[in-house]
């Protein structure tokens, strides 16, 4: 649809993906997250955790799958700074 060929929309994501979103460092502040995971067919997967009230990115990370020995370490490394939120939201 996009005219681009298969090569080319890798190509874009790949570049996209390399592109570091600012990150809220100071994880005191957020009491509310939405956590959400984004595929690209068999190239992996982007974790991303959101401020909730401000829809800032606080974190993410890049993995092959949404699994939980995927995201484990992500999260107690979350956790390891103080990300302490009240809710969260899928």
């Given amino acids: ?3 681009y060929s298969a090569y080319e929309i890798k190509c874009i994501k790949n570049y996209w993906l390399g592109q570091t979103p ?3 460092i100071d994880y005191s502040k957020v009491r509310y997250v939405i956590y959400d995971a984004t ?3 068999k190239d992996g997967c982007l974790l991303n955790l959101m ?4 829809h800032k990115i606080i974190a993410h990370t890049y993995v092959q799958n949404e699994s939980f020995e995927e995201s ?3 999260f107690n490394n979350l956790k390891n700074h103080e990300v ?3 809710s969260r939201t899928e």
């Fill in 1 to 3: 649809m996009s005219g």
């Fill in 22 to 24: 600012q990150e809220d």
């Fill in 39 to 41: 595929y690209f067919h």
């Fill in 51 to 54: 401020n909730a009230i401000d």
């Fill in 72 to 74: 484990y370490d992500w």
């Fill in 84 to 86: 302490d939120p009240i």
